[in-house]
């Protein structure tokens, strides 16, 4: 697969933008709240914030690790 082009990514960010702002538009029609809106948004963009992936991937590991070794005590 080729790598994305600058003019690739901008197409593609303008077509997620305008498809997620037609299920935004949705999400209100069918009665949800503004703030309701806004906070759903807002848990997307934590699910997907790569540095608080990566601090759940470290503590993750540190977990695993710690039950391996209580696991050889």
Excluded: V
Excluded at 7 to 14: A, H, I, R, V
Excluded at 34 to 57: A, Q, R, T, V
Aim: hydrophobic share 40%; charged share 35%.
């Amino acid at each position: 697969m080729e790598a994305l082009t600058s003019e690739d990514k901008k197409e593609l960010c303008k077509e997620a933008f305008q498809d997620i702002s037609a299920i935004l538009a949705s999400l209100r029609d069918q009665g949800l709240s503004d703030l309701e809106i806004f906070e759903f948004g807002k848990s997307l963009i934590d699910h997907f914030d790569p540095i608080k992936m990566e601090n759940l991937k470290k503590d993750s590991d540190y977990q695993d690790a710690l039950f391996r070794e209580a696991n050889d005590l």
